[in-house]
């Protein structure tokens, strides 16, 4: 995670987000920063699903703009840099594979290609809001502090379905939203290509769980009764 001061020139932080890793992850990471100023090692012991890594992290960022993007480095950094200055127009930029001006450098997995085609058109129609985002799980999103102060309540998803969270309830509050084509590198042995039934059944089962969210069954998601009915999809589902 990447956060930006706009007060000043030189403030911003990088957060190396360890969800979880029972590697050596943690200890390369400690090494290689070495008391670097402006970057913080989040390593969280128990593994949380990508949305709940980028929750926890949102409590440590101090920045005005607030960037996520996936450490397998499938986004140059030079994207990065152009999404940061579009961000400054913008409430929310997404970068996505599927819009005009995006690059794909390499062809994707079919499996891969049709289940993230599939999953967009699911979720554009559950989410009428949706239908004009083309890519809604492309690793990379910028958004200011103000977005995440006025919809944190209602950033529930904790696995890979957390960006549609983020999307739809960032339009639902009427903030500005900008979609944009961005060069994109597959690459091998993400943690969407293990286990890729069980991501897309979890994916699935959030996508509806945040459509009840925002329809008029709402109050059941506090309920005891959901809790106990949705306790063991989770327990299953986890990574």
Not at 53 to 60: D, N, R, V, Y
Not at 67 to 80: I, R, W, Y
Request: net charge positive; proline share 3%; aromatic share 8%.
């Amino acid at each position: 995670m990447f956060t930006l001061d706009l007060r000043s020139t030189e403030g911003y932080e990088i957060l190396v987000v360890m969800d979880g890793c029972n590697d050596g992850t943690p200890k390369s990471v400690v090494e290689v920063m070495n008391n670097r100023s402006n970057t913080v090692a989040l390593i969280l012991p128990n593994r949380l699903g990508k949305g709940g890594a980028i929750k926890e992290a949102l409590k440590h960022a101090k920045g005005d703009l607030i960037a996520f993007v996936d450490a397998d480095g499938s986004v140059p950094s030079m994207e990065l840099c152009r999404l940061l200055e579009l961000a400054r127009g913008y409430d929310l930029v997404i970068g996505s594979r599927y819009r005009e001006g995006s690059i794909l450098l390499q062809e994707r997995p079919l499996i891969r290609a049709v289940l993230s085609r599939s999953f967009n058109v699911l979720a554009r129609l559950l989410f009428w809001r949706l239908s004009g985002i083309r890519d809604t799980q492309c690793g990379v999103k910028i958004f200011k502090r103000s977005l995440v102060n006025s919809i944190g309540k209602d950033l529930l998803i904790t696995d890979f379905t957390f960006d549609v969270n983020l999307i739809y309830s960032a339009l639902s509050a009427g903030f500005k939203v900008k979609e944009v084509g961005i060069t994109w590198t597959e690459k091998e042995g993400s943690k969407m290509s293990s286990g890729l039934a069980k991501q897309s059944f979890a994916m699935l089962f959030s996508l509806l769980r945040l459509r009840i969210q925002y329809s008029r069954l709402r109050e059941m998601l506090s309920s005891r009764l959901l809790g106990k009915l949705t306790g063991p999809i989770y327990y299953w589902m986890r990574p």
